[in-house]
C-alpha cells in the first residue's frame, strides 16, 4: 500500500470514529434534556408546582453545561500533551459510565431530594466527558483532512450532534411505543439510558484503531510539546478564545430552545407529546444532511460568508418560527421545528473548521475546546433557563428577540475573528 493510500485509509477512519464517536456521546448528553423536559420534574421535583419542577430540571441540566469548561481544560490538557487519541478514549468510557449511573438512580418517591442530588452529580461528569469530546473529535477529523476539504472533514463531528440528538428522540419514542406514556414517566425512561452502554462499547471499538494525526506526531518527535497548553493559550490566545465562544453564541442558544425546550413548550400549547418528539426527529434527520453540505460550502464559497448568513438568518427566522407555533395548526408546527435545525447549521456546519483554524497546532486542542466549551456555559446552557422565564414572564415575543440578539452576537465576533482558513496543518 502506498503512502497515500494508507494516508487516504486513516483519514476515512479517523473521520468515522469522530462522527459515530460524537453521535454515541451526544446520544447521553440530549438523552439527559429529553428526560429533563419531560420526565425529571415529576420524578425528581415533584413537591413544586410545574414551572417550578420544571426550572428546578432545566437547572441540573444546566450544570451539566457549566461543567463543559472543565473537561475543556482537563482533556484538553490530555489532548495536546498525550494525543487526541487517548483524550478521546477517556471521554467515551466516563460518559457511558455516568449516563448508565443516572438510569439507576432512585427517584424522590424513593430517596427525596438526595435523588435530584444524586442526578446532579451525574450530569457533571457528563459535562466534563462532553466538554473534552468535542475538540478532539474535530482535530481528528480535521488534522487527517486535506487543506481545501476541511470544512467537510471537521463537519462530521457537527453531524454526531443530530445524529446523537436523534438516536436520543428515537430511543424515547421507541421506549414509550413499546411500554407506554404512564410506565415511561414511572420506570420505561431507564431503559434509553442503559442501553446508551452498548452505543460506548461500539464507539471505544471504533476508536481505538484510529491513529494520531500527522501534525501531532511530528510535535511530538520534534519535542515540541507545550508542558501548559491550557496557561498558555489563555495567556497567548485568549481573544481567539472568546471571540470563537461569542462566535457561538447565535447557534449555541437557538440550539437547546430548537431541540429541548420546544418539547416542553409545545406540549404546553397543547400538542401531542408524540407529534412533537417526532418533528424534532425529522428536523435531527434533515441536520445530519444539512452539516456537512454546509460545511463543504465553507471549503468552496468561505466559511465566513456561510456562518454571516446563517448569524442573519437567525436574527429573523425566530420571530417565524414563533408565529408558526402558535398558530394552532400541528402541520405549522411540525414545520417550524423541523426547518429550524436545517437554518441552524448555516452556522454549526462549518463552525468546527474555523475555531480549530484559530490556533497553532500545540495548542488546539486546549483552544478549540475551551472556546467551544465557553459558549455552552454562556449560551447553550442558561437558553432554555431564560426561556421559560422569558415566556412565564412574558410572550414568545421576547424569546424571538433572545434568539436574534444571540444571532446578532455572533455576527459582530465573526467580523472580530482573524480568517485563517488557508492555514495548513500539515506544514505546522
Given amino acids: 500500500m502506498s503512502d497515500d493510500e494508507q494516508r487516504g485509509r486513516r483519514q476515512r477512519r479517523a473521520v468515522v470514529a469522530s462522527a459515530v464517536g460524537t453521535a454515541i456521546e451526544w446520544y447521553d448528553f440530549f438523552l439527559y434534556g429529553v428526560a429533563a423536559a419531560l420526565v425529571f420534574p415529576h420524578q425528581f421535583f415533584p413537591t413544586h408546582d410545574r414551572y417550578t419542577g420544571i426550572l428546578l430540571s432545566f437547572g441540573t441540566y444546566f450544570v451539566g453545561f457549566a461543567a463543559r469548561p472543565l ?37 424522590y418517591a424513593s430517596i427525596g431530594i438526595a435523588g435530584g442530588l444524586l442526578l446532579t452529580l451525574g450530569r457533571v461528569l457528563q459535562g466534563i466527558a462532553v466538554g473534552g469530546e468535542w475538540g478532539g473529535s474535530v482535530l481528528l477529523a480535521a488534522e487527517w483532512s486535506q487543506q481545501g476539504a476541511r470544512g467537510l472533514a471537521a463537519s462530521w463531528p457537527q453531524w454526531g450532534a443530530p445524529a446523537g440528538l436523534l438516536l436520543a428522540n428515537g430511543a424515547v419514542a421507541l421506549t ?61 490566545h485568549w481573544r481567539e478564545v472568546v471571540l470563537t465562544a461569542l462566535v457561538r453564541t447565535g447557534q449555541q442558544a437557538p440550539f437547546y430552545i430548537f431541540s429541548t425546550w420546544v418539547l416542553t413548550y409545545a406540549t404546553g400549547l397543547g400538542f401531542p407529546r408524540r407529534d412533537i418528539v417526532h418533528a424534532v426527529l425529522v428536523a435531527a434527520a434533515i ?36 408565529s408558526l407555533l402558535e398558530a394552532g395548526s400541528l402541520a405549522l408546527a411540525f414545520a417550524a421545528i423541523a426547518l429550524a435545525l436545517p437554518i441552524h447549521d448555516l452556522q454549526y456546519g462549518p463552525q468546527a473548521a474555523v475555531i480549530a483554524e484559530a490556533f497553532p ?10 472556546g467551544y466549551q465557553l459558549a455552552s456555559l454562556t449560551s447553550g446552557g442558561p437558553a432554555p433557563l431564560i426561556a421559560t422565564y422569558l415566556m412565564h414572564h412574558h410572550s414568545s415575543t421576547s424569546v424571538a428577540i433572545y434568539i436574534a440578539a444571540c444571532g446578532a452576537v455572533s455576527l459582530l465576533a465573526l467580523a472580530l475573528l482573524p480568517d485563517r482558513q488557508g492555514r495548513d496543518f500539515d506544514r505546522e
Fill in 176 to 236: 414509550t411505543a413499546l411500554v407506554g406514556d404512564a410506565t415511561f414517566a414511572s420506570w420505561g425512561w431507564r431503559i434509553p439510558f442503559l442501553a446508551g452502554t452498548l452505543l460506548v462499547a461500539i464507539g471505544f471499538a471504533i476508536r481505538t484503531g484510529t491513529h494520531e494525526p500527522p501534525a501531532f506526531e511530528r510535535m511530538k518527535a520534534a519535542g515540541a510539546l507545550e508542558r501548559a497548553p491550557v496557561r498558555e493559550v489563555l495567556r497567548s
Fill in 71 to 107: 473537561g475543556a481544560a482537563i482533556f484538553g490538557h490530555m489532548g495536546d500533551r498525550l494525543g487526541r487519541k487517548a483524550s478521546l478514549i477517556a471521554t467515551l468510557v466516563m460518559m457511558g459510565l455516568s449516563t448508565a449511573a443516572i438510569g439507576c438512580i432512585p427517584g
Fill in 287 to 322: 441536520s445530519m444532511v444539512t452539516i456537512p453540505l454546509c460545511g463543504h460550502l465553507s471549503d468552496r464559497f468561505g466559511r465566513r460568508r456561510v456562518i454571516g448568513a446563517g448569524c442573519v438568518a437567525m436574527v429573523v427566522w425566530p420571530f417565524a418560527y414563533f
Fill in 361 to 370: 497546532a500545540r495548542l488546539r486542542y486546549s483552544g478549540s475546546s475551551l
